[in-house]
């Protein structure tokens, strides 16, 4: 099975700072990885596909990048309502599994 | 409106039985192919089960491959998750998603029911 796995674990930041955020996987998914951001008590939320497509309605301060096993998440200017959790998740339909990253918590510093 | 909700969940004993309901609405339920991902409490998300757009192919979590099986009617615009011989470890909040066509990732996610499994 393919493992996804995220870095940091847990990231404090300020607001206005830029975040970046890690995942990789345990053998190459070409673009097949998703980010998602999940605030307590509440469904997650799509915000990036295909490696770096943008979900409609997402803000603009969200990107994604990288191919194969390396991808990153980037937050360009960390918001109030960005403190969550961010989760990638690896869908290549072909393994016949949908792996999740364990979580990178954002908090306030 | 797009949208998921599930039902169903609540307190059951080890090594009992529990359905989970998902009713979609606003879209074209028989056009997607439909997951469950589970939350244990303070924990990460994982996938549980995933079935095709008919209802002819379906695929399990090791962890949890025999003991659930995923169904969906089409009629209805309902999923479904049938669990047995129900574990400890299997507490956890339940989601169905909705996986996007082109995106493949998953668009559209229902609020969650929690299952509590204790005796």
């Known amino acids: 099975d393919i493992q996804m796995t995220q870095s940091p674990s847990t990231l404090s930041a300020s607001v206005g700072d830029r975040v970046t955020i890690t995942c990789r996987a345990s053998?190459?998914?070409?673009?097949?990885l998703a980010w998602y951001q999940q605030k307590p008590g509440k469904a997650p939320k799509l915000l990036i596909y295909k490696a770096s497509s943008l979900e409609s309605g997402v803000p603009s301060r969200f990107s994604g990048s990288g191919s194969g096993t390396e991808f990153t998440l980037t937050i360009s200017s960390l918001q109030p309502d960005d403190f969550a959790t961010y989760y990638c998740q690896q869908y290549n339909s072909y393994s016949r599994t949908w792996t999740f990253g364990q979580g990178t918590k954002v908090e306030i510093k | 409106e797009v949208q998921l909700v599930e039902s169903g969940g609540g307190l059951v004993q080890p090594g009992g039985s529990l359905r989970l309901s998902c009713a979609a609405s606003?879209?074209?339920?028989?056009?997607?192919?439909m997951h469950w991902v589970r939350q244990a409490p303070g924990k990460g998300l994982v996938w549980v089960s995933r079935i095709n757009s008919d209802g002819s192919s379906t695929s399990y979590a090791d962890s949890v491959k025999g003991r659930f099986t995923i169904s969906r009617d089409n009629a209805k615009n309902t999923l479904y998750l049938q669990m047995n011989s129900l574990r400890a470890e299997d507490t956890a909040v339940y989601y169905c998603?909705?996986?996007?066509?082109?995106?493949?990732?998953?668009?559209?996610w229902g609020q969650g029911t929690m299952v509590t499994v204790s005796s």
């Open positions: 606003g879209f074209t339920f028989s056009s997607y192919w």
């Open positions: 998603a909705k996986r996007g066509a082109v995106k493949g990732a998953f668009d559209i």
């Open positions: 053998q190459s998914i070409s673009s097949w």
